[in-house]
């Protein structure tokens, strides 16, 4: 599953548009098509302490980062990327 255990980050819907330039300048965004796309979160397998016990957690990096910096995110206040 694409899901971060900590905040919940998941995959988002969006489109893409190919930039095309055409000889009407600036009309070229409405004649290129819109594609359907996915935004995924950069996630990572990581081995987590919290509170003494080890852990393995998908984590987004946003969330690795918080960790390594405040040593405390949402619900767990004494955790540690290993």
Known sequence: MMICEICGKKKAHGSSKQHRRGVA????MDRVP???RLFKPNLQDKTVVINGESRKMKL???C???IKNYKSIKDYKDIKVV
């Not at 300048?25 to 070229?28: P, S, V």
């Open 25 to 28: 300048g600036k009309r070229w």
């Open 34 to 36: 819109a594609t359907p």
């Open 60 to 62: 987004c990096t946003k």
């Open 64 to 66: 690795i980062k918080r």
